[in-house]
């Protein structure tokens, strides 16, 4: 994408203008914070899914980086619509980063100026798969997942991804579609980009936060899902070897949606394809996000116009 508008430090740029200076220190030691957010088309028009959670994170993200952000939730709130109208946009993905700028170089970033910029674009498959029916490919990563003795794993943190990053390249490069990490402790705690559910004689199983996963909002959506459908769920560590007997395995993520799995290094999981548990979720959820929902899609969209 080449055309467009993007929002920086108060004002809408042209898409190719949106520049920052080679020495900017969010590019050189990764102090950055950012989040990415869903925008769908519904029948009364765009809406963007739980617009005021992802901001509120995002602020979280700022404060254990010591970051200044300069605007308020409701300024933000704002500059994101402000944004999505000024690119005319339909379903997108919406990028609102916040990093230290150009100043003083060297470790310390507190010197420099903190820079928000909002960006949004279309977004269709997050991550690949030839047999969409028999779910995603994924293998257990040689890279373990840094944990909340090395960086706050509840900030979505640029840094962060970069340990992500390495595990989703071999993935790929071995010819699955993406990475499951282990916790210093040996336990299952998210995919490189998404949280992830097992399923055992239908109760639905994820990590803790506390073991180190991100507290993404998909998961809490599909959580307030479980909860409000009275299916019994659980929040507990899981074993690796779990995950191969699992009847159905999931991911969630914003990027991603809601993603059904089918094989976790070379094992089968379940019959292979994407489970009925799965199925059941994806669908109220696909819902909520199309504003088809009595309940969770007046609490959860935010409406563009």
């Given at each position: 994408m080449t055309e467009g508008k993007i929002w920086i430090d108060g004002s809408l740029v042209e898409w190719n203008q949106a520049k920052i200076?080679?020495?900017?220190?969010?590019?050189?030691?990764?102090?950055?914070?950012?989040?990415?957010i869903r925008c769908y088309q519904t029948d009364n028009g765009l809406a963007v899914f739980r617009l005021t959670d992802h901001i509120q994170r995002l602020m979280n993200s700022a404060k254990?980086?010591?970051?200044?952000?300069?605007y308020s939730k409701k300024e933000l709130h704002d500059a994101i619509i402000d944004t999505i109208n000024a690119n005319k946009s339909e379903d997108c993905y919406i990028r609102p980063i916040a990093y230290y700028g150009y100043g003083k170089m060297g470790v310390n970033p507190l010197?420099?100026?903190?820079?928000?910029?909002?960006?949004?674009?279309?977004?269709?498959?997050y991550i690949r798969e030839s047999e969409p029916q028999k779910g995603a490919r994924l293998i257990v990563s040689s890279w373990m997942r840094i944990d909340g003795r090395s960086m706050p794993m509840n900030a979505k943190a640029a840094?962060?991804?970069?340990?992500?990053?390495?595990?989703?390249?071999?993935?790929?490069?071995?010819?699955?579609?993406?990475a499951v990490m282990l916790n210093t402790a040996g336990k299952i705690i998210e995919a490189s980009a998404e949280n992830i559910f097992m399923v055992r004689d239908n109760?639905?199983?994820?990590?803790?936060?506390?073991?180190?996963a991100l507290n993404g909002i998909t998961r809490d959506s599909v959580l307030s899902i479980l909860r409000h459908?009275?299916?019994?769920?659980?929040?507990?560590?899981?074993?690796?070897?779990?995950?191969?007997?699992?009847?159905?395995?999931?991911?969630?993520?914003?990027?991603s949606g809601i993603r059904g799995v089918g094989n976790?290094?070379?094992?089968?999981?379940g019959d292979g394809e994407t489970g009925q548990v799965t199925k059941q979720?994806?669908?109220?959820?696909?819902?909520?996000?199309?504003?088809?929902?009595?309940?969770?899609?007046?609490?959860?969209?935010?409406?563009?116009n």
């Open positions: 200076h080679v020495l900017t220190h969010g590019l050189h030691y990764g102090t950055a914070v950012f989040e990415g254990m980086y010591f970051m200044d952000i300069r010197p420099n100026k903190v820079s928000i910029a909002i960006a949004v674009w279309k977004w269709d498959e840094a962060n991804y970069a340990n992500s990053a390495l595990a989703r390249m071999e993935a790929l490069k071995m010819g699955f579609d993406e109760v639905s199983i994820t990590p803790p936060i506390s073991s180190g459908n009275r299916n019994p769920y659980e929040i507990r560590d899981i074993s690796r070897d779990e995950l191969y007997i699992a009847d159905e395995v999931f991911l969630t993520g914003t990027a976790i290094d070379n094992r089968i999981i979720i994806k669908g109220k959820f696909e819902a909520i996000i199309r504003g088809n929902d009595n309940i969770f899609s007046k609490k959860w969209l935010t409406y563009v």
